[in-house]
């Protein structure tokens, strides 16, 4: 919602016309489209990502279980920047750029890239931006880090593989990444999954339906799974478990000093035994460490040191999404067209930042106890982007006007910048292969409609790709 917020610091002007979106996953790929959309003539939407193809990032531990649907998870960027409503014909921009390349480095007006782009005049690794949206996540658990490096922490098998050549984000790359996680499943008669997060639930449920005879356990440190969602959540879980004979052992924390003990254990030598901090011992041939995720904000942090949260490692944001370093007002500025009582009453939420071009969205913010999950990147996606178009609106306005009258510092309605606030956390968790528990807007139901691959055609046809068929999705 716009709340007569209104920023008046000024980004930087380099002339190339470009808002840059680093990272093409949930939150990115819909910023910029709302950008392509809504960009006037002359200005260009650029998304870079290290991968070539979108990885849909909730099938992965599904497809790392289940052969035969691993090429799913990796869907085209190719009808990104095509019309909604027309999904054959272009947007208005035909500038729109999509790059698959590593980011490495950033600074207030440009990004380095690991390599140059000459066919789309990029003839140099770094590309200047008059806006920019970070939306490069988090580093995902073991179980589903495709670019992680290869562990054997939570397999001591692992060391015995040949190296493996170095992942650089294809599609060809993760399904063979899945088809081997899937054979680890397999030869496993038993497996600990440590955490009770979504991942971890998903991940114990999913093994325990698709191989019935293996043993397997999880390791929760809460006494309750889920414990953001109602209570009934946890027990509808709980009652799942049960009936997929899944072993849960709540309220103890692993020992990671024991994983690590354990880690040179060579095949043949029976499972691996670690133990939880009481003292508990566990044995598994496969350990897969589902604990959660390391925000992706190291580029932040090199740029500008005070753009992080310590205590979290998160991205300061104002509620507009900008990244949030307050910078001295300058004298004499007005921060905003409203009345003074007005003025006084939202004082604590009119900032100004030294950073008013810079917005980050997704599981890098620290955005007011958000959810970390896909949707809720999406929609802080869809705030950012209509705030960048809020900006350059006035900023072409004010332009114009300095051209032809002399420049006018009043803020029209439709510039006023827009609040992003967490709406009700909302979840959807399989159990097992057809059956799932959701919460969203406070109702808690379950659904026995499940199917194998996750309805990943649905996830295609939201990226463009619709009408897909089954051979469709090898591409």
Known sequence: MSNGIVNRSSPPSNGSKTVVVMGGSYGGCRAARVLAEGLPRGWRVVLIDRNSHINHIYNLPRYAVLPGHEHKAF????????????????????????????????????????????????????????????????????????????????????SETPDLPVYTGTKEEGTSWLQRRQKRVESASSVLVVGGGALGIQFASDIADVYPNKHVTLLHSRKRLLPRFDPSIHAEILQSLEDLNVEVITGERLDLQSVRETSGQKAGTGPRIVKTMSGREIAADLLLLCTGQIPNTALLEEMDSRTIVPENAMARVLQT???????????????????????????????????????????????????????????QGEVAARNILRLIRRQERLSADGENQGSDETVREDEELE???????????????????????????TREDGTDDLNAAGMWASYGMTNVREEDMFA
Request: aromatic fraction near 8%.
């Open 75 to 158: 869907i085209p960027y190719d009808n990104l920047f095509h019309s909604t409503s027309h999904p054959n014909d272009p947007l208005n921009n035909e500038q729109h750029l999509r790059l698959h390349a590593t980011i490495t480095s950033l600074n207030p007006q440009s990004i380095g890239l690991s390599r140059s782009f000459p066919e789309h005049g990029i003839t140099e690794s770094s590309l200047p931006f008059d806006y920019a949206i970070y939306a490069l996540g988090s580093h995902l658990p073991i179980p589903i880090d495709l670019w992680g490096a290869k562990s054997n922490i939570d397999d001591p098998k692992a």
């Open 321 to 379: 999404m900008q990244l949030n370093v307050p910078s001295p007002r300058p004298s004499g500025l007005h921060t905003a067209t409203i009345d003074q009582d007005e003025q006084l009453q939202s004082e604590s939420q009119i900032k100004e930042t030294a950073y008013p071009h810079m917005f980050v969205v997704g599981d890098a913010a620290d955005a007011f106890d958000a959810l970390n999950a896909g949707h809720t990147a999406y929609y």
């Open 419 to 445: 609040l992003y606030s967490p709406g009700p956390a909302a979840i959807k968790v399989s159990l097992g292969l057809t059956r799932l528990v959701y919460e969203v807007n406070g109702i808690v139901g």
